[in-house]
């Protein structure tokens, strides 16, 4: 096969419910979108599907794939469905509970009866071990060999597949992790053992430990995947590498993904933003709030330019302490359940009928009305459904369900349809403004990118609750994830915990810190054998005022390192982000790090286009409920329109993977890249 | 009657919206270590009649829904305009809004037209606000004069100006000025995104909408506690526990609840209560119906019920309460309340083992009790500098609940607190080594469903004067109950040195002084267990054994379960000893509530009614002398009881009369 026929890039994202397609032609950035029903069982099975329509319908043979990235929801699933492996935990003598007292904090409130947290390694296997280093690294208790392995003994013999290793202020000195570690592997040659000073040495043990814990719980299954992947993918023809999405929006091969498996817990979410932002960079508008809308949840993040990072994420209980792109999930979605409570008050959710049953309309056995069933029954979905009709909406099942909710509410179906869209909102409304304030963000001065398969269907009515000036519907809103995974670079974060006040910190060690770090992510890139277009390191440090306990990260500007230039970087940002800063007061050096970013090859904007369906159907029109009123929609169809073209709400947008919804008020204009670009009229 | 049921539930998510955010920018903005670690602030939109109708159920305090700010309200009369910002931390003033000095409120009203539309509520515990100690709380404080500066409700800001004079003269008060203004700003951005938002709302949906709104969401909740109440069956159901005040000299004091339910209200007569006490634990409730420190647990069993239920002031509108004026949780006017938590959690207790009798089936096993944070401070041998740190917090475990075990380590209610990572604390602490974080091995009550274990600290210093100081340390006399016969749990202690020579318990710590060379170990209680222990799977004892929550003794003795680590569970000698078990019962019913050995030999000695008749008889006297006969009459009692004679209720008032002859002039001189 020669380079030349090797002419798309291939992008997936395997979801609950659908494995999303996107494959791009390089020269004419053409797409192609496909979804293709995820399997559970066997998660690759689905993209190996997908390949065979790719060559059955398109004539795209995977042997003409230059480059195939994905996300999979195995490993967060893995974790969250408590099915992982046996993993054995070693601790410093006297910390043995590391795992069952967490940081105390429940993460409800006012609920007597909260489950007992359950540890995902039990207390019989985990063990301790008699040694002990003070914090500045003096030997309290020396680490013993025959210690160290009678605990790692009773491990295995307690069942432990895997054993993680976490000691008190070994994020600073290691040397009694890897002892251990290199005793126990001379013992068991074959175990999977992983210190926690190797794959993530940050202070604040409970959180460090647990990122080796989780990784040991998840890898053993996603080394299988990964396994199988290439081997079923290579049968298919692909003879290009694989790589895998990560939580902080990169990708790396699967080979470093089998190695650190507990950095892809958050891709899914990171893909669909990676995918707003490469669009907003397209459009020229960088402040974005992005809106990603399915059954269960909608996600939300803030682009202000940047990507933006956290590394205070949660997993189900579980604290992530890697930095993961900044999504806060919501859970309200297309499937959420309409009722009335006892005093007769109309709610929606939290509960959903997620895929099965699902909503009435879907057909599959669903009775109870749900927010999906209010668009059909407005006349917002397309009777003929999604999916090419692959997927098709049954209206009286949606109409019959929203009858004996709207009999007790005494309204009509469409009345209620309306109320429930109207609740659905300020949903939706009340949980996203306080993460937007907790962000310092105001709503009014960005737009909002909607994706997902009911992110387009939804974002008018919440953009007008918000008052934003711009909406904004990218070409393959369904499969935006998959576009993340596709475009996606390299990229790596590289931690030291420093936790030393500037006035006692010299420039060298500073500069030590750094040019370790920077060694480390540079041997990454290396491993990862990739052609890149640019390297660059973004260089930053969580820093706070002495005394008190915020801490600001603050990426450094492309200027010599030192310490007094530090201070000064603190201050600015600082004063940037609260309106003042005390340059008198001294500052304490917490965490530095270092994140590597190999840019992959990208498509040009300028030739990006959506690919146009045959046998798309003209312009029509059919009444929307809209407000307590029938209104004449117009009726277009998404692969129809062109750059240029401008229409007024009521209106929807058909096309395969969603429905838009444009209510009065609102003109939208089809920009160059075919993306819709709402706008409130005056 | 609420007429629109759903512009209800749209205008209920648009308060709800507001109040996250006012939350979200207050913490955003505030910097102080409460504040993050201990999340203790709050952020709450209220009527015009001083009613909270929209709390933060995520950000913040999360009890304030019963906050009583009517007479916050009334104190600043028809001074009200457009740009004020008002402030107060003063617990008489408010009528119980504030609790204790360190909380300091700040609100603004809210006008569309001229009109007052509602206000935005703020207030954040301050680190210090002067007074004897720093951080303004001691346990031994006798008069809130000790506890820091007190404002009683006034302007901060007049029409947008600021009152520099009084701000000055408020922060030149405190030890930490600099870090109480930026709070207090943080509150000042809270209110102003508050404002600006309920602004927009009053342009979205008009005035007459958002007032009736305000009404109509209030009465939404009530209606909906009402319901859950009515679920309840109607009775008396009495229950009492004590504060263990011994280690301030004040003994035991009795916590005491008449719980009436009926017609969907629940009347809380605290009737025969101890009479507030020369120490920091007095709560001012001022008898407020629904007072937010009085009815925590009613509030976490009705959000239990029905998880979507508004939260909001309605939800405590049906929660009547009686408190005779003077006791410990209505003090008059002048005591001290720094430490009022200890108490706050105790009537929580009471009110649970009240509530539970008519529905026992809803509510857990009485939980550790403790919610207690450890503080060390260090010399700096260099320096001379004093460094000071939170340790730890001191909780235990959960009781065991009817639908699964208790939590362990931590409490279901008061669930917000978050620990050190012990890499910091030595980071910040380099003279402490912490010798041992971990659960406390075979501490939870037995049971169907058992207690949550407590946990251990144990830390060692390596100079001298390193000083322990604690707060709201409960629980080591009497254990958590048991419930529907589960065993209590265990109660705490604190050993001084215990791998020495001389190990010592020393219970609760007010201050301790350590040594270089001396180690601390500290164990928190576990929960009571619900249920009979019997029924309790065996498989899933010996999962309990095998995990070492729980000893192969307390499985065999408390659990009737057998086995060995080697063989693992023996089946046949589990039942034989079950059955053995059960019929040692000889029909006997189980335990509604097990107190443990201690409080009822307590009880023996002291039954109910020679409480209530202490309680009656000096009930109405002045303060001091209420509160010395009080304590008089209990030491004249334990006297009689110590040397073997017995005294009923009936011989209170002969005692009371013995005790009253007049004491001589000049009896110093004749010494």
């Not at chain 1, 307690?158 to 008190?168: H, K, P, T, V």
């Not at chain 2, 039954?607 to 009080?630: G, K, N």
Request: aromatic share 8%; hydrophobic share 40%; proline share 5%.
């Amino acid at each position: 096969m020669s380079q030349k026929s090797m002419r798309y890039r291939l992008g997936v994202d395997i979801g609950g419910t659908f494995t999303d397609v996107l494959l791009m032609e390089e020269d004419s950035g053409r797409l192609v979108a496909l979804k293709v029903p995820s399997n559970r069982q066997n998660p690759e099975d689905a993209i190996i599907a997908g390949l065979d329509q790719l060559d059955a319908r398109h004539g795209i043979a995977a042997s003409e794939i230059a480059y195939f990235s994905h996300g999979t929801t195995l490993g967060v699933n893995t974790l969250l469905e408590r099915d992982g492996a046996e993993v054995g935990l070693l601790t410093t003598r006297g910390f043995r509970d590391i795992l069952e007292l967490r940081r105390l904090r429940l993460p409800k409130a006012n609920d007597l009866f909260f489950p007992r947290p359950r540890a995902l390694a039990p207390r019989r296997r985990v063990a301790e071990v008699d040694e002990r280093l003070a914090q500045d690294g003096e030997v309290v208790v020396p680490i013993r060999r025959d210690d160290v392995l009678a605990a790692a003994r009773h491990l295995v013999a307690q069942g432990a597949s895997n054993i993680a290793i976490c000691f008190l202020h070994s994020y600073r000195f290691p040397a009694h992790e890897q002892q251990a570690k290199t005793w126990i592997l001379e013992e068991f040659p074959d175990l999977y053992v992983i210190a926690s000073s190797d794959l993530w040495p940050q202070q604040r043990e409970y959180e460090r430990c647990l990122v080796s814990v989780i990784n040991g719980y998840i890898g053993a299954r996603m080394r299988t995947y990964f396994d199988t992947l290439e081997d079923k993918t290579k049968r298919a023809g692909l003879a290009t590498r694989i790589f895998s999405t990560k939580s902080n929006g990169g990708v790396m091969s699967v080979e470093a993904a089998g190695e650190r498996p507990v950095e892809t817990l958050l891709s899914g979410p990171a893909s669909g933003v990676i995918g707003a932002a490469f669009i907003g960079r397209m459009i020229g508008d960088e402040r974005l709030i992005t809106l990603d809308m399915g059954g269960t949840s909608v996600d939300i993040a803030v682009v202000d330019g940047e990507i933006p990072y956290s590394t205070e994420n949660t997993i189900g209980d579980f604290p992530v302490l890697l930095p993961a792109v900044d999504v806060s999930a919501i859970g309200a979605g297309g499937g959420s359940v309409a009722w009335l409570d006892a005093e007769g008050v109309l709610k929606v959710g939290p509960r959903s009928a997620g895929a099965r049953p699902g909503p009435a309309c879907y057909g599959r056995g669903g009775t109870e009305p749900t927010v999906t069933d209010a668009y059909a029954v407005l006349g917002i979905m397309a009777p003929g459904g999604l999916l090419g009709g692959e997927m098709k909406l049954d209206i009286d099942k949606a109409r019959a369900a929203l009858a004996t909710l709207g009999e007790r509410l005494g309204k009509t179906p469409e009345e209620t349809a309306d109320a429930i869209l109207q609740v659905a909102t300020a949903n939706i409304y009340a949980e996203l403004v306080p993460q937007l304030a907790r962000r310092g963000v105001d709503a009014g001065d960005f737009s909002l990118l909607a994706y997902g398969a009911a992110g387009p269907t939804h974002v008018f009515m919440l953009a007008r609750e918000l008052n934003m000036r711009r909406v904004l519907v990218p070409p393959t809103p369904g499969l935006l994830c998959a576009l993340g995974c596709l475009v996606a670079d390299l990229r790596a974060d590289f931690v030291r915990s420093l936790w030393q006040d500037a006035r006692d910190l010299a420039d060298e060690t500073l500069a030590g810190c750094y040019a370790t770090l920077e060694g480390e992510a540079r041997d990454w890139l290396d491993k990862q054998q990739v052609d890149v277009t640019e390297t660059y390191l973004i260089r930053s440090a969580d820093i706070c005022y002495v005394g008190q306990s915020f801490e600001l990260n603050v990426v450094f500007p492309d200027e010599p390192l030192s310490v007094e230039a530090l201070q000064r970087w603190f201050h600015d940002r600082y004063e940037l982000v609260y309106g003042f800063a005390d340059r008198s007061n001294p500052i304490r050096i917490l965490e530095a790090r270092v994140q590597i970013v190999g840019v992959t090859r990208k498509p040009n904007f300028d030739d990006l286009r959506p690919f146009a369906t045959a046998g798309d159907k003209p312009a029509s029109s059919r009444p929307i409920y809209e407000q307590g009123r029938a209104v004449t929609g117009a009726v277009l169809q998404r692969a129809a329109l062109r750059p240029g073209d401008r229409f007024r709400g009521p209106a929807v947008v058909e096309q395969y993977d969603t429905t838009v919804y444009v209510p009065e008020g609102f003109e939208v204009t089809v920009d160059d890249w075919f993306n819709l670009v709402g706008e409130r009229l005056k | 009657m609420i007429e629109d049921k759903i512009g209800l539930e749209i205008l209920s998510n648009r308060f709800q919206a507001i109040v996250d955010e006012m939350a979200q920018a207050l913490f955003r903005t505030a910097h102080t270590v409460f504040i993050k670690e201990t999340q203790d602030y709050g952020a709450v939109l209220v009527s015009p009649g001083g009613e909270v109708f929209a709390a933060s159920r995520r950000y913040g305090v999360l009890m304030m829904v019963g906050m009583p700010m009517d007479d916050a309200v009334k104190a600043m009369g028809d001074d009200v305009r457009e740009g004020d910002i008002f402030m107060t931390n003063d617990p008489e003033a408010t009528g119980g809004m504030c609790t204790h000095l360190n909380d300091i409120f700040l609100w603004k009203p809210i006008f569309h037209d001229g009109k007052l539309i509602c206000y935005a509520w703020t207030f954040v515990h301050m680190s210090d606000v002067g007074g004897r100690v720093p951080g303004s709380i001691a346990p031994s404080s006798h008069e809130i004069y000790q506890e820091g500066i007190r404002v009683p409700p006034q302007k901060l800001f007049h029409q947008g100006r600021l009152d520099e004079t009084f701000l000055k003269m408020f922060l030149v008060n405190t030890r930490t000025a600099d870090q109480n203004w930026g709070d207090m700003k943080a509150c000042i951005a809270g209110l102003s995104t508050a404002e600006r938002r309920v602004k927009e709302l009053l342009g979205r949906f008009g005035p007459e909408k958002i007032s009736q709104g305000i009404v109509d969401v209030m009465d939404y909740a009530e209606t909906q506690a009402r319901r859950v109440i009515s679920t309840v069956p109607d009775g008396v159901y009495r229950f009492s526990d004590f504060i263990e005040a011994d280690m301030v000299g004040q003994g035991l004091l009795r916590v005491n609840l008449k719980l009436t339910i009926g017609g969907g209200e629940m009347h809380m007569d605290f009737t025969g209560t101890a009479p507030q006490v020369r120490a920091a634990l007095n709560l001012p409730s001022f008898s407020k119906d629904g007072h937010w420190m009085l009815i925590t647990g009613v509030v976490n069993w009705l959000c239990t019920r029905e998880p979507g239920i508004a939260y909001n002031a309605g939800l405590v509108r049906p929660m009547k309460v009686h408190i005779p004026r003077g006791t410990i949780i209505n003090p008059e006017a002048g005591a001290a309340y720094g430490g009022r938590y200890s108490t706050s959690h105790k009537v929580c207790d009471v009110i649970i083992g009240a509530l539970s009798q008519a529905v026992p089936d809803q509510l857990p096993a009485t939980d550790s009790g403790q919610g207690s944070i450890l503080l060390v401070s260090v010399p700096d041998m260099a320096t001379g500098e004093t460094r000071v740190s939170v340790v730890q917090p001191l909780v235990g475990g959960s009781g065991g609940r009817p639908v699964d075990d208790g939590v362990d380590g931590t409490m279901v209610i008061l669930n917000f607190l978050k620990n050190v990572p012990t890499e910091l604390l030595e980071h910040e602490m380099p003279n402490l080594l912490i010798r041992r974080y971990s659960l406390r091995d075979d501490s939870g009550g037995a049971g169907r469903y058992r207690g949550g274990t407590g946990s251990i600290v144990e830390f060692e210093t390596n100079v001298p004067f390193t000083t322990i100081t604690a707060r709201n340390m409960e629980r080591y006399l009497f254990p958590p109950a048991g419930r529907k016969g589960g065993t209590p749990g265990t109660t705490g202690y604190t050993l001084l040195n215990p791998d020495g020579d001389d190990p010592r318990d020393i219970g609760k710590i007010d201050i301790l002084e350590m040594d270089a060379g001396d180690v601390l170990r500290l164990g928190t209680q576990g929960g009571g267990g619900y249920g009979d222990p019997l029924e309790r799977p065996a498989a899933t004892v010996w999962e309990d054994v095998l995990d070492e929550y729980v000893s192969l003794d307390t499985a065999r003795e408390k659990y009737g379960v057998v086995g060995t680590l080697k063989d693992g569970l023996d089946r046949a000698a589990t039942e034989a000893l079950r059955g053995k078990m059960r019929a040692a019962r000889d029909g006997a019913p189980l335990k509604e509530f097990d107190f443990g050995p201690a409080r009822d030999a307590y009880h023996a000695r002291w039954p109910a009614a020679l409480h209530d008749a202490v309680s009656e008889i000096t009930q109405d006297m002045p303060r001091v002398q209420r509160q010395t006969s009080y304590r008089a009459l209990y030491a004249e009692i334990d006297r009689r009881l110590d040397a073997g004679e017995t005294v009923s209720a009936a011989d209170v008032p002969g005692l009371l009369a013995a005790l009253r002859s007049p004491g001589r002039r000049g009896a110093s001189a004749r010494r």
